[in-house]
């Protein structure tokens, strides 16, 4: 079955300084993947998304991701952190045919001022 | 600017009550999807919707029915509400084209006292 890794359920990062958050997923083929970011007490919302095409991924608030299908890997960064960065950040899979997404366990990020 | 709605914020309800969590969405999704949100644990699925009356069992459905009599609305029932079900419930739906990604409602608290 499709699993999903993020590495680090806490990240912390001063303000000006590069994010990454790790995403790595299992299957041999390539899903479909996604970052959605979580602020308190609220539902999920799509930073970006990878189906085909260019492998670098550009979306919302300044962040992109990387597909590299070699290691099996989305990995998310921003080149500036920002205190309103500070959320909760989950990768997805959504299998090719698939109706599930599958949810990492997520990353706490906070930016230290 | 599409929309999913959950009924509820913030619920509080005693042991043993019949809980409802409503989801209404207007994107005209086929696919609707209840999930659990724990500290530590991510987002766990409880149950989706892939129509109108037909549901799937999601990785964590003891304790939960659900009801899909329309397509823009998907209900979970707790039957009899236990303080373990305390948790943060989102309501999700997508369309059934797999490279499309899954738009969240804003969740409900649940606690149960």
């Known amino acids: 079955a499709q699993s999903v890794t993020q590495l680090g359920s806490h990240v912390s990062v001063s303000e000006g300084a590069l994010v990454l958050l790790r995403c790595n997923y299992s299957?041999?083929?390539?899903?479909?993947l996604f970052w959605y970011v979580q602020y308190p007490n609220q539902g999920l919302q799509l930073l970006l998304k990878?189906?085909?095409?260019?492998?670098l991924v550009k979306g919302i608030n300044g962040f992109e991701a990387e597909f590299k299908k070699s290691e099996t890997s989305f990995h998310l960064t921003k080149p500036s952190a920002h205190m309103s960065d500070a959320a909760e950040y989950f990768c997805?899979?959504?299998?090719?045919?698939?109706?599930?997404?599958?949810f990492g366990q997520g990353t706490r990020l906070t930016i230290n001022p | 600017d599409v929309k999913v709605t959950q009924s509820s914020r913030y619920l509080v309800k005693r042991t043993g009550e019949k809980v409802f969590l409503e989801c209404v969405q207007d994107?005209?999704?086929?696919?609707m999807f209840w999930y659990r949100q724990d500290p530590g644990l991510g987002l766990r699925l409880i149950y989706f919707?892939?129509?109108?009356?037909?549901?799937e069992k999601g990785d964590i459905p003891e304790g939960y029915s659900v009801s899909r009599e329309k397509k823009e609305r998907f209900s979970l029932i707790l039957e009899s509400a236990s303080t373990n079900q305390t948790s943060m419930y989102l309501c999700?739906?997508?369309?059934?084209?797999?490279?499309?990604?899954?738009?969240f409602g804003q969740g409900t608290r649940l606690t149960v006292v």
């Open positions: 994107m005209d999704h086929e696919n």
């Open positions: 299957s041999s083929v390539p899903p479909y």
């Open positions: 997805a899979v959504r299998n090719q045919g698939a109706q599930k997404l599958v």
């Open positions: 999700a739906s997508s369309f059934v084209v797999s490279n499309t990604e899954a738009f």
């Open positions: 990878y189906t085909t095409g260019a492998t």
């Open positions: 919707s892939y129509d109108v009356k037909m549901k």
